[in-house]
């Protein structure tokens, strides 16, 4: 078993069986999480995206600026390297990588109560981007962000990077930095199985639909209610603890999500079809343009060929494939530079 570093986490919202409530898991605390107000993320990328925005992607000296960020090329960033630079160099000397992260999503970033420790698709992820840049055995602290704080979390210097499950799109490239791709996911609607709900339509009118602050379940719904009344909660499995206690009648997430939260209680299902294009990347200060690059390189061996043997398909297959089967492959990285 891997040796672990620090762990931050508070509590876990764990699986449950069908009709059942998510049941919280106490954990020790040894680095507090982050919490409080903050302004949301920005508007999600797909069909109602927010228009074009110019930016310079990833701050001073980020190497050829991209006039104008779009939808078509949202997902690009830097072209990998190993080179050391300042923000890596202070990971280094510090002796330890902070990472923000998902502490209640199954399959993504979750304590497992049998072992107590986090597990996850991302926290995978975690842990091959520290063992580049720490070598073997490294130390990690993990602390818990909600969604709304993951770009604050990471302008104040909180963390080092966001590992959780964070859309790439053009009002948060305006704000932080982000990796190429390393999953694809979509904005799809969640519901009891024998709900009248049937998709992201005229079929939510008067129903109470759930979704995360901050996220781009919110954007869509803000830009598309299609009559809905609209709940807005910290973290999306709050969002499944409404759907259990009839408080919401649906939810509106990432696909990616709403499939381990049906993974959880099988009386709720995933209804119609994706209606958002959600591209997934590793968040970073707009400033460390040497750690986006080094993640970059660490994400090229990460999905290696795209063979069933690179470490990216043996994560899906471990975490993801049960509940998102047929998927081939990681994303194809995009580049600027």
Same mark, same amino acid.
């Given at each position: 078993?891997?040796?672990?570093?620090?762990?931050?986490?508070?509590?876990?919202?764990?699986?449950?069986?069908?009709?059942?409530?998510?049941?919280a898991?106490?954990?020790a605390?040894?680095?507090?999480?982050?919490?409080?107000?903050?302004?949301a993320?920005?508007?999600?990328?797909?069909?109602?995206?927010?228009?074009?925005?110019?930016?310079?992607?990833?701050?001073?000296?980020?190497?050829?600026?991209?006039?104008?960020?779009?939808?078509?090329?949202?997902?690009?960033?830097?072209?990998?390297?190993?080179?050391?630079?300042a923000?890596?160099?202070?990971?280094?000397?510090?002796?330890?990588?902070?990472?923000?992260?998902?502490?209640?999503?199954?399959?993504?970033g979750?304590?497992?109560?049998?072992?107590?420790?986090?597990?996850?698709?991302?926290?995978?992820?975690?842990?091959?981007?520290?063992? =580049?840049? &720490?070598?073997?055995?490294p130390?990690?602290?993990?602390?818990? #962000?909600? *969604?709304?704080?993951?770009?604050? /979390?990471? !302008?104040?210097?909180t963390?080092?990077?966001?590992?959780?499950?964070?859309?790439?799109?053009?009002?948060?490239?305006?704000?932080?930095?982000?990796?190429?791709?390393?999953?694809?996911?979509?904005?799809?609607?969640?519901?009891?199985?024998?709900?009248?709900?049937?998709a992201?339509?005229?079929?939510?009118?008067?129903?109470?639909?759930?979704?995360?602050?901050?996220?781009?379940?919110?954007?869509?719904?803000?830009?598309?209610?299609h009559?809905?009344?609209?709940?807005?909660?910290?973290?999306?499995? =709050?969002? &499944?603890?409404?759907?259990?206690?009839g408080?919401?009648?649906a #939810?509106? *997430?990432?696909?990616?999500?709403? /499939?381990? !939260?049906?993974?959880?209680?099988?009386?709720?299902?995933?209804?119609?079809?994706?209606?958002?294009?959600?591209?997934?990347?590793?968040?970073?200060?707009?400033?460390?343009?040497?750690?986006?690059?080094?993640?970059?390189?660490?994400?090229?061996?990460?999905?290696?060929?795209?063979?069933?043997?690179?470490?990216?398909?043996?994560?899906?297959?471990?975490?993801?494939?049960?509940?998102?089967?047929?998927?081939?492959?990681?994303?194809?990285?995009e580049?600027?530079d």
């Amino acid at each position: 078993m891997r040796a672990r570093g620090l762990l931050n986490l508070r509590a876990v919202l764990t699986p449950v069986g069908a009709g059942m409530c998510a049941m919280a898991a106490a954990a020790a605390v040894l680095v507090p999480a982050l919490g409080g107000d903050a302004a949301a993320d920005g508007p999600g990328r797909g069909a109602a995206a927010a228009p074009a925005v110019t930016h310079r992607a990833f701050g001073p000296g980020a190497g050829p600026a991209a006039a104008r960020c779009t939808e078509r090329n949202a997902a690009e960033s830097l072209r990998p390297s190993s080179k050391d630079g300042a923000a890596v160099s202070r990971i280094k000397q510090r002796g330890q990588l902070i990472v923000g992260v998902d502490q209640n999503t199954y399959r993504w970033g979750y304590r497992n109560p049998a072992t107590g420790e986090l597990e996850g698709f991302d926290i995978d992820l975690v842990w091959a981007v520290a063992e =580049d840049i &720490l070598g073997p055995h490294p130390k990690v602290v993990f602390k818990a #962000v909600p *969604t709304s704080l993951r770009i604050p /979390a990471l !302008q104040q210097r909180t963390v080092d990077m966001v590992v959780r499950t964070m859309t790439i799109n053009c009002a948060r490239k305006e704000q932080v930095a982000f990796s190429t791709a390393y999953f694809q996911a979509g904005q799809q609607v969640l519901a009891p199985k024998a709900s009248k709900v049937t998709a992201f339509d005229d079929s939510l009118r008067g129903r109470r639909v759930c979704t995360a602050a901050g996220s781009t379940g919110e954007s869509e719904l803000a830009a598309r209610r299609h009559g809905a009344r609209v709940l807005t909660v910290p973290n999306q499995l =709050d969002c &499944l603890v409404r759907l259990q206690l009839g408080e919401a009648d649906a #939810v509106v *997430t990432d696909n990616a999500l709403a /499939a381990a !939260q049906a993974a959880q209680d099988p009386s709720v299902e995933l209804k119609g079809r994706p209606f958002t294009d959600e591209p997934y990347g590793v968040a970073m200060n707009r400033d460390d343009t040497d750690l986006v690059r080094r993640v970059n390189k660490v994400l090229d061996d990460y999905r290696g060929d795209g063979g069933a043997d690179s470490p990216w398909m043996r994560a899906y297959r471990k975490w993801l494939e049960a509940d998102l089967p047929g998927i081939p492959g990681p994303p194809s990285p995009e580049y600027r530079d």
